[in-house]
């Protein structure tokens, strides 16, 4: 079946060329932004954050005597430092997989005066198994069960060793562990009274804007202190979570093509062209998605920043925390009403 219909595939990419494909598109973008942005706004959106964050990297990287070229040039480079890459060799797989546990029970400690309750449950750090790598994300986590039976888990797709330079790492963890995916999960699986379904929804913006979120605590708190680099990590982080509105309504809802994605990507953000590739290929095949991290981020911060002037002097970060995550993951509109 799959030989005889491609010869019937076409190249392009993007939702829009399929029937009703504008408003199927309008409609995916709603379902994982969770506002009522046009593809337009968020189109628009995304290139102010790129701007901005760029910004940000290009002062990052000029502190470390690192200012010749473009900011996604300089990316390109420090990505091939051989001071930033662990061996790209079973024995260097287990060396980054040392260092990300390292990192996240720093991350453990560091997290345990800025929540009511954190949590108890254990947390691992695996590989992505061999065989499912290919067509395997780059890094994404696995909540515990529901029992406590089976502890929280983060993958890590270790294909090439040489996709993850040791300064995007820290990210890395606090993003899908501590405070970001794992932390979050087992929070809601440890809060007894909350509803077995509230437990488990999932909404992208919420999920993964509490998990960009949480990269933003990791900074406030310390954790990249004296690690220069790590920040510039921070930031490619979300860089590459802002390029990802551009690219994914850019394909989408534009016409961009495969190829004008993946050099818009290096270009910009500064990955090796292997995590480009799977990272563009995602978008095409699940519209609208992409766009979740760093709108859910903005407004998560626009919401925090909108209850500290609310409150003034009676602002409670760990309170805070609570009004976020207690109710379990929800639409965004839904938030800011429980916010509020």
Same mark, same amino acid.
């Not at 998605?289 to 911060?301: F, L, N, R, S, V």
């Given at each position: 079946?799959?030989? %005889?219909?491609?010869?019937? !595939?076409g190249?392009?990419? &993007?939702?829009s060329?399929?029937? +009703? =494909?504008? /408003?199927?598109? #309008?409609l995916?973008?709603?379902?994982?932004i969770?506002?009522?942005?046009?593809?337009?706004?968020?189109?628009?959106?995304?290139?102010?954050?790129?701007?901005?964050?760029?910004?940000?990297?290009?002062?990052?990287?000029?502190?470390?005597?690192?200012?010749?070229?473009?900011?996604?040039?300089?990316?390109?480079?420090?990505?091939?430092d051989?001071?930033?890459?662990?061996?790209?060799?079973?024995?260097?797989?287990?060396?980054?997989?040392?260092?990300?546990?390292?990192?996240?029970?720093a991350?453990?400690?560091g997290?345990q005066?800025?929540?009511?309750?954190p949590?108890?449950?254990?947390?691992?750090?695996r590989?992505v198994?061999? %065989?499912?790598?290919?067509? !395997?994300?780059?890094g994404? &986590?696995?909540?515990?069960?529901? +029992? =406590?039976? /089976?502890?929280? #888990?983060?993958?890590?797709?270790?294909?090439?060793?040489?996709?993850?330079?040791?300064?995007?790492?820290?990210?890395?963890?606090?993003?899908?562990a501590?405070?970001?995916?794992?932390?979050h999960?087992?929070?809601?699986?440890?809060t007894?009274?909350?509803?077995?379904?509230?437990?488990?929804?999932y909404?992208?913006?919420?999920?993964e804007?509490?998990?960009?979120?949480?990269?933003?605590l990791?900074?406030?708190?310390?954790?990249?202190?004296?690690?220069?680099?790590?920040?510039?990590?921070?930031?490619?982080?979300?860089?590459?979570?802002?390029?990802?509105?551009?690219?994914?309504t850019?394909?989408?809802?534009k016409?961009?093509?495969?190829?004008?994605?993946i050099a818009?990507?290096?270009?910009?953000?500064g990955?090796?062209?292997?995590?480009?590739?799977?990272?563009?290929?995602?978008?095409?095949?699940?519209?609208?998605?992409?766009?979740?991290?760093?709108?859910?981020?903005?407004?998560?911060?626009?919401?925090?920043?909108?209850?500290?002037?609310a409150?003034?002097q009676?602002?409670?970060?760990?309170?805070w925390?609570?009004?976020?995550?207690l109710g379990?993951?929800?639409?965004?509109?839904?938030?800011?009403?429980?916010?509020?």
């Amino acid at each position: 079946v799959l030989a %005889a219909m491609r010869p019937r !595939a076409g190249m392009a990419p &993007a939702a829009s060329r399929l029937p +009703d =494909g504008e /408003r199927f598109y #309008a409609l995916a973008l709603r379902t994982h932004i969770t506002t009522t942005h046009s593809p337009e706004e968020a189109h628009r959106i995304g290139l102010d954050q790129v701007a901005a964050i760029t910004a940000e990297v290009d002062a990052l990287l000029k502190a470390q005597g690192r200012g010749t070229g473009s900011v996604g040039e300089r990316l390109v480079a420090l990505n091939a430092d051989p001071t930033q890459l662990f061996a790209n060799d079973d024995k260097g797989r287990a060396d980054l997989i040392a260092y990300l546990n390292g990192v996240m029970a720093a991350a453990r400690a560091g997290m345990q005066s800025y929540f009511n309750k954190p949590p108890a449950a254990a947390m691992d750090i695996r590989r992505v198994p061999p %065989a499912i790598e290919l067509g !395997a994300p780059r890094g994404y &986590a696995s909540p515990g069960s529901l +029992d =406590g039976s /089976r502890p929280g #888990a983060f993958y890590i797709n270790l294909h090439d060793v040489h996709d993850w330079p040791k300064y995007t790492l820290p990210t890395l963890v606090y993003h899908e562990a501590v405070p970001g995916h794992l932390w979050h999960g087992a929070i809601l699986q440890e809060t007894k009274d909350l509803p077995l379904l509230h437990q488990n929804l999932y909404f992208s913006a919420f999920t993964e804007g509490w998990a960009l979120y949480g990269e933003q605590l990791a900074a406030e708190t310390g954790l990249y202190d004296g690690n220069p680099f790590g920040k510039v990590g921070w930031q490619q982080s979300f860089l590459y979570r802002a390029a990802r509105i551009v690219l994914d309504t850019g394909i989408h809802a534009k016409g961009w093509s495969r190829d004008k994605a993946i050099a818009y990507m290096i270009e910009t953000v500064g990955l090796t062209r292997s995590a480009v590739e799977n990272e563009v290929d995602r978008y095409c095949v699940w519209p609208g998605q992409a766009c979740g991290y760093k709108m859910g981020h903005t407004e998560i911060a626009r919401l925090r920043e909108v209850s500290k002037q609310a409150l003034g002097q009676r602002f409670d970060l760990k309170g805070w925390h609570d009004a976020v995550l207690l109710g379990g993951s929800m639409p965004l509109e839904v938030l800011g009403q429980v916010i509020a």
